[in-house]
């Protein structure tokens, strides 16, 4: 073809001549069937070639890089592209099979914050759902700069993106949680708690409901921390979810008699009864909004005083029409259900690297050169 790309208007024209449904299909000419075959593999990536190349670039000294006019925006264009290759299972895998793992994860350590928080992006996307990669990620001590990072970075967003893909990494991953333990992950949790940034205490809240419901032991470590006064505090957020996370992670402690009884329990009541006013005095629109909201108020408030709430008596607890409640909503499930994978890709015989020559992308950055086609001399 004599442009660059795909033709789709010359497409479009010989699929409608050759398909107008008036007519059996003819047998494709020779020339015909090599035009095609051309026009389809211009839009075809070979994603194992490109996360070869992107693997390059990351061992590549940034000194190096800078010299070649590559820019710190060209390095976040391509964990964009590799990020979207992750998103595939056999992808994910094959990064540390290829060498790109350990680099990627040497990014964490970068001095700029954006290309940090990207990396540990790209780590979560890697580790999400994926039990093989999530052991990769732990055998190369990659905990350890996405604790430094959710810790202590200086950019809140570097320290959301590591504590999400902490979450990734050590969700249903035993030796992942035990090393998180080890390595003062509550006390970062805490001081996440204590920020101004909604998200993050959002997304710290979601971590602890999940370790609590998971491993009812750490119930007494979250509340040697003072966890318990913070979570109360956060029950009367202005932000509905973090509310919700609060008041289900007060819910699991609650529940679990060995570690003691909530701390201030006089203020828990107090917060507990401005929701019931506040969920009183909702409309009907707002009521349903907030139906995890009301079940959980209703059942921490059975829970710490063996009564039901008000919010029962009122009938605000199930509205008419909605299911009839039998426990408490997962609020921390809700948010770690990871989604479905991209499906696997077929293996290439004698190889330990997946076949991936059909995936359709658009053109992918030009940090590398040109993905599709021939190879640039």
């Known amino acids: 073809m004599a442009k660059d790309g795909l033709d789709w208007d010359g497409l479009l024209k010989w699929s409608l001549a050759n398909s107008d449904g008036t007519r059996p299909p003819r047998q494709l000419s020779e020339e015909d069937r090599k035009w ?6 211009a839009q075809t990536v ?26 710190p925006d060209n390095i976040e264009d391509m964990l964009d592209e590799l990020q979207d290759h992750v998103e595939s299972i056999d992808m994910a895998n094959d990064l540390h099979s290829i060498g790109g793992l350990v680099p990627l994860l040497g990014y964490l350590k970068n001095s700029h914050a954006n290309i940090r928080a990207k990396a540990a992006d790209v ?12 052991q990769l990620v ?4 990659g905990l350890e700069p996405l604790l430094m990072n959710f810790a202590s970075d200086s950019s809140i967003t570097a320290r959301t993106k590591a504590l999400g893909a902490i979450s990734s990494l050590i969700r249903h991953n035993q030796p992942g949680v035990a090393a998180f333990r080890l390595g003062n992950g509550y006390a970062a949790l805490k001081d996440a708690l204590s920020s101004d940034d909604v998200r993050f205490q959002r997304k710290a809240l979601n971590l602890i409901n999940y370790l609590l419901h998971e491993n ?13 006064r913070q979570m109360v505090h956060l029950a009367s957020s202005t932000d509905p979810d973090v509310r919700e996370a609060a008041l289900g992670g007060l819910l ?22 401005s929701r019931i006013d506040g969920i009183s005095k909702m409309s009907q629109d707002q009521l349903e909004a907030a139906r995890e909201e009301r079940q959980l108020v209703d059942s921490l408030w059975k829970e710490c005083y063996n009564e039901p709430s008000s919010l029962r008596e009122k009938g605000l607890v199930v509205l008419p029409g909605e299911d009839t409640y039998k426990q408490p909503p997962d609020v921390a499930g809700k948010f770690f ?8 890709a077929p293996k290439q015989d004698g190889s330990n690297v997946s076949e991936s020559a059909g995936k359709k992308k658009d053109a992918p950055h030009l940090l590398l050169g040109p993905g599709p086609g021939p190879s640039a001399p």
């Open 138 to 141: 732990m055998e190369v001590n």
């Open 123 to 134: 780590v979560a996307t890697i580790v999400q759902n994926n039990p093989k990669s999530q």
């Open 252 to 273: 699991e402690l609650a529940k679990d008699k060995k570690s003691g009884t909530l701390a201030d329990e006089e203020k828990l009541k107090s917060v507990l009864q």
């Open 216 to 228: 009812s032991a750490d119930c007494s470590i979250v509340t040697e921390l003072g966890i318990p």
């Open 337 to 344: 259900e990871p989604a479905l994978r991209a499906g696997s």
């Open 36 to 41: 095609f075959v051309e026009a389809m593999q």
């Open 46 to 71: 070979d994603v194992i070639k490109r996360m070869k190349e992107i693997t390059l670039v990351m061992t590549t000294p940034e000194d190096v890089l800078q010299a070649q006019g590559v820019t």
